[in-house]
């Protein structure tokens, strides 16, 4: 598990990776002087998790990007970076760690790079940490796609729903993110039909065994009280 650093964001603000704890978190790493990949993975990183609050919801999950180039990468490099890429996510910030503190966060999240003439040479990825702040799994790559990030993503919210369902609500949050499916056409989450019929089918077949259990149940009960009265 990554230790608590801290940050400043884009607001001046220190945060602590401790805070986002209760959701998962996304977390990539990123250089505010780059021109070409951190921009396009930025970008690409963007249309994914678009594709996915459409379906999971904009709460579900937050977004860290985190600038590795200290003290370059200020609060306001981070805010301009954001602004240039047009990210405006209420639950994604761009955070900005103490130049003493960058190796470490680095070695945690298992994030390689090295300085070049031209800018850094970096391992392109997304972890992706549980509600507890756990590292779950790691996607790499320069152009994410939603299921790539969705599917550890799901199963995460799905089994995390499953010992927090308390309500109707948290019980319809459950179903709808565990009935949906990738669709590579739009890039998003769709509504997978066939899984909501296979659970009202497995409800209905549930609920008619119980119905005939209580009533031969009672069948039994009657004929008993029967017998006691003869």
Not at 84 to 91: F, S, T
Not at 154 to 162: I, N, P, R
Not at 189 to 202: F, K, M, P, S, V
Request: charged share 25%; net charge neutral; glycine share 10%.
């Amino acid at each position: 598990m990554p230790s608590d650093f801290r940050f400043i964001d884009t607001d001046g603000n220190v945060r602590t990776l401790a805070e986002f704890r209760g959701n998962p978190v996304l977390v990539n790493f990123i250089y505010t002087g780059c021109f070409e990949v951190c921009p396009t993975s930025s970008r690409a990183l963007r249309k994914a998790v678009l594709g996915m609050r459409d379906r999971f919801g904009d709460r579900q999950f937050h977004v860290l990007s985190i600038g590795f180039n200290q003290p370059s990468d200020s609060p306001v490099a981070m805010r301009e970076f954001a602004a240039r890429q047009r990210i405006d996510d209420r639950n994604w910030s761009f955070l900005a760690p103490a130049q003493a503190d960058v190796a470490a966060l680095a070695d945690a999240f298992g994030f390689r790079f090295a300085a070049t003439p031209m800018g850094f040479d970096h391992t392109l990825q997304v972890s992706i940490l549980d509600a507890e702040g756990r590292l779950h799994s790691q996607v790499y790559g320069d152009a994410f796609a939603a299921d790539a990030l969705g599917e550890p993503l799901k199963q995460l919210l799905g089994g995390e729903l499953v010992g927090n369902t308390r309500s109707l609500g948290d019980l319809i949050d459950r179903v709808r993110i565990l009935c949906s499916v990738y669709d590579p056409v739009t890039g998003k989450y769709r509504t997978d039909w066939g899984l909501y019929l296979e659970i009202a089918g497995g409800l209905t077949f549930i609920l008619t065994m119980v119905f005939l259990a209580a009533q031969e149940w009672w069948r039994h009960r009657r004929r008993g009280g029967c017998r006691v009265q003869g």
